[in-house]
């Protein structure tokens, strides 16, 4: 079992930054390929960023592109998600996910999730 818990959610002004953290416990972090999702109210979640084990490319969802970085500490246990430049349209719940396979992570059926920290961009 791992057990996935977000933070760092909060409220942003447009074109301003944050960076959302997630700790897993349980087995060993190293080993699982790492995501975040995302879902918008009256929307489907969608994946925005996935990583396999460390050191490999990660792969991003065309709109966070450029704006949005996954980095992870395996002595932390932790994954990052920084995010710049965020838009209004950004504003969505982000959850953290972990899978044993990269593949079945960027299909969107990670083996586990976490309860969600909001993400609120709006002057």
């Known amino acids: 079992q791992v057990k996935l818990v977000e933070s760092g959610g909060g409220l942003v002004q447009p074109g301003g930054d944050l960076k959302l953290s997630c700790v897993a416990s349980?087995?060993?972090?190293?080993?699982?390929?790492m995501g975040w999702f995302r879902q918008a109210p009256g929307k489907e979640r969608e994946l925005l960023v996935a990583q396999g084990v460390s050191g490999d490319t990660p792969y991003y969802t065309d709109s966070v592109k450029g704006r949005f970085a996954i980095s992870r500490d395996n002595f932390k246990n932790t994954v990052f998600l920084q995010m710049n430049s965020l838009k209004p349209e950004d504003t969505a719940v982000y959850y953290c996910a972990a899978a044993g396979a990269f593949r079945t992570l960027v299909d969107g059926r990670p083996n586990y999730w976490g309860k969600g920290t909001q993400v609120t961009v709006s002057s």
């Open positions: 349980g087995r060993v972090f190293s080993t699982y390929a």
